[in-house]
């Protein structure tokens, strides 16, 4: 899939640039030697990349970053030049100029300031099932840090970490894919930054967190980094739920929450529209379903089948990332993630239950965010009569 992707890329590229390149020449201009080589070079990056992953023999955090900057350096450059083509084909070569020159502009700010900045989100859940000593409880959800493909590790935890001890909440949630590839991620520093969040943190595993996308798995069983990420979280005071529910207590009142771990044996079907969760009955076992629950579980599309079980009255998760671009005129906007996925950012109600998905702090496959902002999300719940 990845292979075939990058591959289109590369092609499409080429054959948009000996488009250009051959009306140029019918034209009677002689395009310059050194901006063919130059497209030819960029077009190649997606290639450059498929080659390297094909001759390492790992995939660990240093070779992870080498591939996110170069599908970087391809969108940097070569979208902003298929754009100008598209205007120069249709005589406009200057507004060409103009608009490649504002979305070059635009994507570098993508990778600065649209990637750092966190945008806090403020959310009210109101339910009549929500018990009185629960009326006003305020907890923040963050997601999908990925440690080991963040540009400055330390200084954007930092940064995260002071974000949420500002808003002072009674709880923090996250929803998984603490790490991208393996628990080494995790290291002293990263740790260090994490373990300084004030408040009592329950979190869940995602699939980046499970060890399955390492490829020397002979050198690094999934199994074992997968059981790493899980004790690295606890030894930093994070409670870590697998498949279990615990209960939250306040006065004579208490709330259900269920955390529920990514199952490797989905890690081909993340992207399905639905997947499948015949454990469900085991996880919520003996939860009383007259107590209000919220269930921590990374992918979304398991909230039809935690509302059909019976719970959920407040399902958190993250994974999507909104693809990290999101056109945003109104609501929710669009991303390409909708053409994937039912739900995909932001808030979904159905009846009683609510699904609120984080577009998540941290970026996979490119080191930039456009219009998905980094997020954490700041719940208050009410209860309402």
Request: charged fraction near 20%; charge should be neutral.
């Amino acid at each position: 899939m990845l292979l075939t992707l990058t591959l289109i890329l590369t092609l499409l590229a080429f054959v948009a640039d000996w488009i250009h390149f051959h009306r140029q020449r019918r034209r009677g201009a002689t395009p310059q030697r050194g901006f063919i080589l130059w497209a030819l070079a960029t077009d190649a990056l997606p290639l450059v990349s498929a080659i390297a992953g094909l001759c390492c023999h790992d995939n660990g955090p240093n070779v992870m970053i080498f591939y996110m900057w170069i599908f970087w350096g391809w969108i940097v450059t070569v979208l902003p030049r298929m754009l100008y083509y598209l205007f120069h084909f249709a005589g406009l070569r200057r507004t060409g100029l103009v608009f490649a020159g504002a979305l070059t502009l635009f994507l570098l700010w993508g990778t600065t300031l649209g990637r750092t900045r966190i945008r806090v989100n403020r959310v009210e859940i109101c339910s009549d099932r929500i018990p009185a000593a629960f009326d006003g409880y305020r907890f923040v959800q963050f997601s999908d840090a990925h440690v080991g493909t963040l540009v400055n590790p330390e200084r954007e935890l930092a940064r995260l970490v002071d974000t949420i001890n500002a808003l002072h909440p009674d709880a923090v949630f996250f929803t998984g894919d603490l790490v991208t590839i393996r628990s080494a991620e995790l290291d002293e520093r990263a740790m260090s930054q994490l373990r300084r969040i004030e408040s009592p943190v329950w979190s869940v595993t995602g699939n980046h967190d499970v060890g399955t996308y390492i490829r020397d798995s002979i050198a690094f069983p999934a199994a074992d980094e997968a059981r790493n990420v899980v004790e690295k979280q606890r030894a930093i005071g994070w409670r870590v739920l697998e498949d279990t529910t615990l209960y939250l207590r306040r006065g004579a009142d208490s709330i259900s929450l269920t955390g529920i771990s990514f199952d490797p044996e989905l890690r081909h079907r993340r992207h399905d529209r639905h997947l499948p969760a015949d454990n469900l009955p085991e996880i919520y076992a003996g939860v009383p379903d007259s107590l209000y629950n919220i269930t921590l579980v990374h992918v979304p599309q398991l909230w039809k089948p935690v509302m059909e079980a019976g719970y959920g009255d407040l399902t958190l998760s993250g994974h999507v990332h909104a693809m990290q671009f999101k056109i945003r005129p109104w609501g929710r906007g669009w991303s390409p993630a909708a053409w994937l996925y039912e739900h995909w950012s932001g808030r979904y109600d159905d009846g009683r239950h609510t699904l609120y998905i984080n577009d998540g702090t941290g970026c996979v496959a490119y080191p930039m965010r456009l219009g998905a902002w980094p997020e954490v999300t700041l719940f208050t719940l009410k209860r309402c009569e």
